[in-house]
C-alpha cells in the first residue's frame, strides 16, 4: 500500500464531506459520528499522518498489528475490531481503549479480567451477526449478553457493532442498518449507557449514517485498496 500525505487528507476530506451530507439528510448533527480509521495492513506511518489530521480513532483487526503500530503512534485511541481469542485477549487489555469485538465466552472473560487486573475499563461493543454465518451474537441473544455483561469489572458496555450481509450497492444495508438501530433502542431502554451503534464501512457509510450510526469504520475510502 503506497499512498502520499496529500492523498488521504484528500481522501479524509471526501469522508467527512459525506458524513455530513448524510446527516444532513437524517436530520443529525455529524459531529455525533466517529470516523474509526480502519488501519489493517496500512504503515505506521500513513496511520500517524491521520492522527495529525485529527482522526485519532483507529481499528485494528489483528493483534499484532494493533502491537506494533500503538508503540509507533501513541496519540491515537485504539479501536479492536477482530476476532477476540482467549491467547491475545491479554493484549487487547492493555493496549486498546474499545472493543468492537465482545460475543462473550472465555476469550471475553479474560480480556475483562486483565483489564481489570491493569486498573482499566474497556468500552465494549456486542458485535451482532445478521447474517448466522459470521461472528457475533444472534440478535435474539444481544439483551441476555448485555444483562450478563452490565457490571463485570474491567468492562463498560457502551453500544453495538455490526458488518451486515456485503451489499451489492449502498442502499442494500439499509434495512440491516435499520434493524440495528431498533435494537440499540430495545437494549438502551433497559440499559441507559448502551447508545453507540458502529456500522457502515467504506461503501455505505452514509446510508449507515442516514440510519443512525454513530461510529463508521472506514478503511479502503481513507488509505486506498488493500495490497
Known amino acids: 500500500m503506497h499512498i502520499s500525505r496529500a492523498q488521504l487528507l484528500?481522501?479524509?476530506a471526501a469522508v467527512r464531506g459525506g458524513i455530513e451530507r448524510a446527516a444532513d439528510r437524517a436530520g443529525r448533527d455529524p459531529a455525533d459520528v466517529t470516523i474509526v480509521a480502519v488501519a489493517k495492513t496500512v504503515p505506521a506511518e500513513p496511520v500517524a499522518w491521520i492522527v495529525q489530521a485529527g482522526i485519532r480513532d483507529i481499528g485494528?483487526?489483528?493483534?499484532?498489528e494493533l502491537r506494533e503500530k500503538s508503540a509507533s503512534v501513541p496519540d491515537a485511541i485504539w479501536h479492536f475490531v477482530g476476532t477476540l481469542q482467549s491467547h491475545t485477549a491479554?493484549?487487547?487489555a492493555a493496549l486498546a481503549t474499545v472493543v468492537q469485538s465482545v460475543v462473550g465466552g472465555r476469550a471475553t472473560e479474560r480480556l475483562a479480567r486483565r483489564a481489570a487486573?491493569?486498573?482499566?475499563?474497556?468500552?465494549a461493543l456486542v458485535e451482532?451477526?445478521?447474517t448466522a454465518e459470521r461472528a457475533g451474537v444472534p440478535p435474539q441473544g444481544?439483551?441476555?449478553l448485555v444483562d450478563r455483561l452490565v457490571g463485570v469489572e474491567g468492562l463498560r458496555v457502551v453500544g453495538l457493532m455490526t458488518l451486515p450481509p456485503i451489499p451489492d450497492t449502498p442502499e442494500d444495508a439499509r434495512p440491516s442498518f435499520a434493524f440495528m438501530r431498533e435494537l440499540r433502542d430495545r437494549v438502551h431502554e433497559k440499559h441507559p449507557n448502551v447508545l453507540a451503534l458502529s456500522m457502515g464501512m467504506s461503501l455505505d457509510y452514509e446510508v449507515a449514517v442516514e440510519e443512525g450510526?454513530?461510529?463508521?469504520?472506514?478503511g479502503t475510502a481513507l488509505f486506498g485498496p488493500r495490497t
Not at 485494528?60 to 499484532?64: F, G, P, T
Not at 450510526?213 to 472506514?218: C, K, L, P, Q
Open 10 to 12: 484528500d481522501n479524509l
Open 60 to 64: 485494528e483487526n489483528h493483534v499484532r
Open 90 to 92: 491479554h493484549h487487547v
Open 117 to 123: 487486573e491493569a486498573g482499566r475499563t474497556l468500552e
Open 128 to 130: 451482532v451477526d445478521l
Open 142 to 144: 444481544v439483551l441476555t
Open 213 to 218: 450510526a454513530t461510529m463508521v469504520r472506514i
